[in-house]
Structures are given as structure tokens and as C-alpha cells.
């Protein structure tokens, strides 16, 4: 029997629909700018250059109707809202044509972010975790297995703050789409079961405060709701 000098983390993990059965999460992939609007928004061309990915840890997971707790050393958080993708198969050099055998199921996300230390380290080139790796980051709804819904390619996203909607959008809008995304970053790095890639959020972003509330929606795969205290 293994002894460990401190007592191991559970594992983090994310609810699938209609079981008891729970996935668990290994990596949480980003795509950052992977809609046209978001990128201008952000002061960036959304020219369709190779996609570019960051990190957020396995544990910055949180479930749909939790509590989002408004992180510390920020004045500045923002809403994300966005499709995830589960893998069930892992691999290496995926050709897109070949992505969908490797996806188990799909969710609603938020990416949050600490805009204000997001944009200081971007402007002093340094790594952007501190403005997205944070705690309770990574907010995930349960998982529709693709057995049951397919793999949506288009559908209407959206996010509502205190029910006023601040982005609307389609997934068909992605510059890069799951395929392609999966491709090129099974090319980077070889995927295995448990991974989670949040394909990047539409243009709306902004800040909220605490006692916000948060509904999201993509069309076909479900909603999430976030309370942020």
C-alpha cells in the first residue's frame, strides 16, 4: 500500500447527465481568441492564425449552481462563457477527421478571469496565470454525453448577468472549431481521457461584482447558473 507524506487531493471531477457516474478531469485546456468579435474587443485581429492555448489546474473546477467566490488581489473580474469539450479517448496527432471519436461529451463553461492581472502580465509578456489560473476559475454544468446529442457544430450561445443578457452568440461562429482544435492541439500535446478544452467565449465580456447572478445557455447541450458572492 502507497504512503503518501500528505493526504492525496480528491480527484476533481464533473457530473454527467442522467448518471451517477462522474468524469474525471486530468487537464483543463483554453483556447484563448477563437471568435472574431471577442478578439476585436479585446484589441487583437482576428486573422485565423494558428490557435494558442493556456492552462487552468484540474482543481479550479466548480459545479453548475455553485457559489463563485470573487477572488482576491482584482477589481477587475469577467465572465467567459463557453463550450467545453470532454475527451474519452486519448491521443496524439488526431486528425479532424478523426476528433469526434475522441470526444466523450460536451458542457457549458465559464472561463473567469482576472481581466485587470490578465492584461498587466500580457503587457509585460509575462504568462497569464495569475489572471486565469486562480481558484474556482474553471465553473462546468454536467456533461451531455455525445451518445446522446451528437456533436453540435452550430446552436446558439449566450450569458445573462442578473438576467440581462451580455453575450450572444453561435458556436459555428469559432474561428477554430472542435476538429480543428483538437487536431492542432493533439499535435502539441497528447490527449488522454479526463481533459477538458474550453473552446474560448464569444465577444460581451465584462466585469461582475459579488451578488451577481450568472445563466448561461448553448443550444442542444444545456445551461449553467453561477452565483457569484
Not at 121 to 136: I, Q, S, T
Not at 146 to 157: D, L, N, R
Not at 191 to 199: A, E, F, K, N
Amino acid at each position: 500500500m502507497t504512503s503518501y507524506a500528505v493526504e492525496p487531493m480528491a480527484v476533481p471531477a464533473v457530473t454527467i447527465a442522467d448518471t451517477d457516474d462522474m468524469f474525471p478531469v486530468r487537464r483543463i485546456y483554453c483556447v484563448g481568441r477563437n471568435y472574431a468579435e471577442h478578439a476585436r474587443e479585446m484589441g487583437s485581429d482576428p486573422d485565423r492564425d494558428p490557435p494558442f492555448f493556456f492552462m487552468k489546474p484540474n482543481n479550479t473546477i466548480i459545479p453548475d449552481n455553485a457559489d463563485f467566490p470573487y477572488p482576491p488581489k482584482t477589481e477587475n473580474v469577467h465572465y467567459e462563457m463557453e463550450l467545453v469539450v470532454a475527451i474519452g479517448k486519448g491521443g496524439k496527432n488526431i486528425p479532424q477527421e478523426q476528433a469526434d471519436d475522441h470526444i466523450f461529451g460536451y458542457a457549458c463553461g465559464l472561463d473567469m478571469t482576472r481581466r485587470d492581472l490578465q492584461i498587466s502580465m500580457r503587457e509585460k509578456g509575462r504568462p497569464w496565470e495569475v489572471g486565469k489560473a486562480f481558484d474556482a476559475s474553471a465553473p462546468c454544468a454536467e456533461i451531455q454525453p455525445a451518445s446522446k446529442i451528437g456533436h453540435p457544430s452550430a446552436g446558439v450561445i449566450w450569458l445573462k448577468v442578473n438576467g440581462e443578457t451580455k453575450q450572444n452568440a453561435d458556436i459555428s461562429d469559432l474561428i477554430w472549431n472542435v476538429p480543428e482544435t483538437i487536431e492542432y492541439l493533439s499535435g502539441l500535446f497528447e490527449l488522454q481521457p479526463g481533459d477538458l478544452i474550453y473552446t474560448g467565449t464569444p465577444a460581451g465580456v465584462g466585469p461582475i461584482v459579488s451578488g451577481d447572478d450568472m445563466e448561461g445557455y448553448i443550444e442542444g447541450v444545456g445551461t449553467i447558473h453561477i452565483k457569484v458572492v
